[in-house]
T-cell receptor
Framework: SQTIHQWPATLVQPVGSPLSLECTVE??????LYWYRQAAGRGLQLLFY??????ISSEVPQNLSASRPQDRQFILSSKKLLLSDSGFYLC????????????FGQGTRLTVV | KQEVTQIPAALSVPEGENLVLNCSFT??????LQWFRQDPGKGLTSLLL?????REQTSGRLNASLDKSSGRSTLYIAASQPGDSATYLC?????????????FGQGTTLQVKP
């Protein structure tokens, strides 16, 4: 079966500390992968998407970066966190086929203090 | 630039009512449209996927329609239940399935009162 794993579930980090959030998918190959952020009471903002290994498209200039070292692994990083980086981060994948349904991980709640 | 809008932002109804949630998008060049449900503090659960060539999809008490030319979709929930209380999000896959972006509306927060 096709599953998506995202961790950690919650994270509290001090301002200026680094960040690494990981997302992996199972049961599929060559998925399109996405990172979203959802601020409190707001919709989902697309941060990055990737159509293949090493291919990253950035949607919003910011303090974050993304990498895709393997086909089914997508990592969101920051060298120095800001207070404004707090939010709910969601990873999603879409398999490029006839049934291009998107699936989401359970999210990471990041609080920068 | 593709923009997705959902109306209303919030909705409160008594149990048993039928209701309609609306979603509109500015660029009709979409590959598909998907409705999601989000419970507080949780990830997104896919409810219905409508391909650009389709007009509607049904799953249980849910029915979603798509009018691509007018840039509109509706999610119809029949005989609402308290367990339907959640935020409902629509998203369009803009462009192609190989390089497309999934663009979301702001969501409609639904409360169904017992």
């Amino acid at each position: 079966s096709q599953t998506i794993h995202q961790w950690p579930a919650t994270l509290v980090q001090p301002v200026g500390s680094p960040l690494s959030l990981e997302c992996t998918v199972e049961g599929t190959s060559n998925p399109n992968l996405y990172w979203y952020r959802q601020a409190a009471g707001r919709g989902l903002q697309l941060l990055f998407y990737s159509v293949g290994i090493g291919q990253i498209s950035s949607e919003v200039p910011q303090n974050l970066s993304a990498s895709r070292p393997q086909d089914r692994q997508f990592i969101l990083s920051s060298k120095k966190l800001l207070l404004s980086d707090s939010g709910f981060y969601l990873c999603a994948w879409i398999v490029g086929s006839k049934n291009t349904e998107a699936f989401f991980g359970q999210g990471t709640r990041l609080t920068v203090v | 630039k593709q923009e997705v809008t959902q109306i209303p932002a919030a909705l409160s109804v008594p149990e048993g009512e039928n209701l309609v949630l609306n979603c509109s998008f500015t660029d009709s060049a979409i590959y598909n449209l998907q409705w999601f449900r989000q419970d507080p503090g949780k990830g997104l659960t896919s409810l219905l996927l409508i391909q650009s060539s389709q007009r509607e999809q049904t799953s249980g008490r849910l029915n979603a329609s798509l009018d691509k030319s007018s840039g509109r979709s509706t999610l119809y929930i029949a005989a609402s239940q308290p367990g339907d209380s959640a935020t409902y999000l629509c998203a369009v896959l803009h462009g192609s399935s190989n390089t497309g972006k999934l663009i979301f509306g702001q969501g409609t927060t639904l409360q169904v009162k017992p």
